[in-house]
């Protein structure tokens, strides 16, 4: 009977009238100790307000209701479906929602709705998974703005592979430590990608130029990424690159001059098929022709396969030699350009490769002498 007059009664108030009367009534259900009759006549009275033409009406409800962990399920997920300003009270705040209602209405709303699901505190991996799969790009950008959110490394990689060409997206899931490093070498081809997708940087450098830098850089970019990788992240990024068809002579020898050795041996392995601790071994302690041999077998050519060798001598010579500080052997092996005879064209182009790596060094050297007499002066 208090039920029907009360639904009588809200055909005829004022929507002020309405909607303090819906807030009381939430709160009447919550904190009053009310006989299971009562409690669900109010239930019952609840779900009559939600199709209120007054959306103040249906507000008042939803800010009685949103922090209640005795709230009503239904009702919250029907909230959670009206306008926005209502809806983000229980998306945002209401704790009965389990991962598989915010799954759902992450599938069935809009991007407002999304956005709003993205900015939850204490989100679910499992949620956030699925906002990397089917939201745009602004909602990831607040899913990687959102603290409190529990985010796994292959949905990062997911992030990456759907939105790696936004700037937003990239910029966050850069900062991230957390970041796998094949998927940081991800995103250092989507930057590549738009450099040389650039109108204005092609039109200010020229087609060909900036093919050349783009790769240059994204390989500089990559081997400093190696500088990071744990020993458990190295066979997935050789892997990554790997199937890029990256592992390039060129990008090996690089690898190797900067002192990548723990990679170059994981890449060596992966190409070879051989068991790691053997590689190791070959590249630690075995003789020239031994080494050789291995570095041709993962398709290294003869003309070039020399070259590598030398490089795997000079950094067992600098690791044995413990008084000598050594970070880049390409000035090394540039000094021994001489001693190598003729060079095939291959080789020769390494070998240019080497000599810009040499330069570099020699700058950077210089650099932080230069620091060092100003911090001293």
Same mark, same amino acid.
């Given at each position: 009977?208090?039920?029907?007059?009360?639904?009588?009664?809200?055909?005829?108030?004022?929507?002020?009238?309405?909607?303090?009367?819906?807030?009381?009534?939430?709160?009447?259900?919550?904190?009053?100790?009310?006989?299971?009759?009562?409690?669900?006549?109010?239930?019952?009275?609840?779900?009559?307000?939600?199709?209120?033409?007054?959306?103040?009406?249906?507000? /008042?409800?939803?800010?009685?209701?949103?922090?209640?962990?005795?709230?009503?399920?239904?009702?919250?997920?029907?909230?959670?479906?009206?306008?926005?300003?209502?809806?983000?009270?229980? *998306?945002?705040?209401?704790?009965?929602?389990?991962?598989?209602?915010?799954?759902?209405?992450?599938?069935? #709303?809009?991007?407002?709705? @999304?956005?709003?699901?993205?900015?939850?505190?204490?989100?679910?991996?499992?949620?956030?998974?699925?906002?990397?799969?089917?939201?745009?790009?602004?909602?990831?950008? *607040?899913?990687?703005?959102?603290?409190?959110?529990?985010?796994?490394?292959?949905?990062?990689?997911?992030?990456?592979?759907?939105?790696?060409?936004?700037?937003?997206?990239?910029?966050?899931?850069?900062?991230?430590?957390?970041?796998?490093?094949?998927?940081?070498?991800?995103?250092?081809?989507?930057?590549?990608?738009?450099?040389? #997708?650039?109108?204005?940087?092609?039109?200010? *450098? #020229?087609?060909?130029?900036?093919?050349?830098?783009? @790769?240059?850089?994204?390989?500089?970019?990559?081997?400093?990424?190696?500088?990071?990788?744990?020993?458990?992240?190295?066979? *997935?990024?050789?892997?990554?690159?790997?199937?890029? #068809?990256?592992?390039?002579?060129?990008?090996?020898?690089?690898?190797?001059?900067?002192?990548?050795?723990?990679?170059?041996?994981?890449?060596?392995?992966?190409?070879?098929?051989?068991?790691?601790?053997?590689?190791?071994?070959?590249?630690?302690?075995?003789?020239?022709?031994?080494?050789?041999?291995?570095?041709?077998?993962?398709?290294?050519?003869?003309?070039?396969?020399?070259?590598?060798?030398? /490089?795997?001598?000079?950094?067992?010579?600098?690791?044995?030699?413990?008084?000598?500080?050594?970070?880049?052997? /390409?000035?090394?092996?540039?000094?021994?350009?001489?001693?190598?005879?003729?060079?095939?064209?291959?080789?020769?182009?390494?070998?240019?490769?080497?000599?810009?790596?040499?330069?570099?060094?020699?700058?950077?050297?210089?650099?932080?002498?230069?620091?060092?007499?100003?911090?001293?002066?």
């Amino acid at each position: 009977m208090i039920v029907a007059a009360f639904l009588r009664w809200v055909e005829t108030a004022k929507a002020g009238d309405r909607a303090r009367a819906a807030n009381a009534l939430a709160r009447a259900y919550l904190r009053s100790a009310m006989a299971p009759p009562e409690r669900s006549a109010a239930r019952v009275a609840m779900t009559y307000l939600l199709d209120d033409p007054s959306p103040r009406v249906r507000l /008042a409800l939803a800010e009685g209701l949103a922090d209640s962990p005795d709230a009503p399920r239904p009702l919250m997920v029907s909230l959670c479906e009206d306008q926005p300003e209502i809806a983000s009270l229980p *998306i945002l705040r209401s704790p009965v929602l389990t991962d598989a209602d915010l799954v759902d209405l992450a599938g069935r #709303g809009n991007a407002i709705t @999304r956005a709003l699901i993205a900015a939850r505190p204490g989100l679910s991996r499992g949620v956030a998974a699925a906002l990397a799969e089917i939201g745009d790009p602004e909602e990831v950008v *607040i899913l990687l703005e959102n603290p409190t959110a529990s985010i796994a490394r292959l949905t990062l990689k997911r992030m990456a592979e759907r939105h790696g060409s936004h700037e937003g997206v990239r910029a966050l899931l850069l900062e991230r430590d957390d970041l796998p490093a094949a998927v940081r070498q991800l995103l250092v081809d989507c930057v590549a990608d738009a450099l040389s #997708g650039s109108a204005f940087v092609r039109a200010t *450098i #020229g087609g060909r130029r900036i093919e050349r830098i783009t @790769r240059e850089a994204g390989r500089a970019a990559t081997i400093s990424i190696l500088g990071s990788v744990t020993a458990e992240e190295m066979p *997935i990024l050789v892997e990554h690159l790997r199937g890029e #068809g990256r592992l390039t002579p060129a990008f090996l020898m690089h690898a190797l001059c900067v002192g990548r050795t723990d990679f170059f041996a994981s890449a060596l392995t992966a190409l070879s098929g051989l068991e790691e601790r053997r590689v190791r071994s070959i590249l630690a302690t075995a003789r020239f022709h031994a080494v050789r041999a291995l570095l041709e077998t993962v398709g290294l050519s003869r003309e070039i396969s020399g070259l590598f060798v030398e /490089a795997i001598f000079l950094w067992r010579s600098a690791v044995q030699s413990a008084s000598v500080e050594m970070d880049n052997i /390409a000035p090394l092996l540039l000094e021994r350009r001489a001693s190598l005879g003729t060079l095939s064209p291959a080789a020769s182009e390494l070998m240019e490769m080497v000599a810009k790596l040499a330069i570099a060094e020699e700058r950077r050297r210089a650099r932080d002498h230069a620091l060092e007499l100003a911090l001293a002066a």
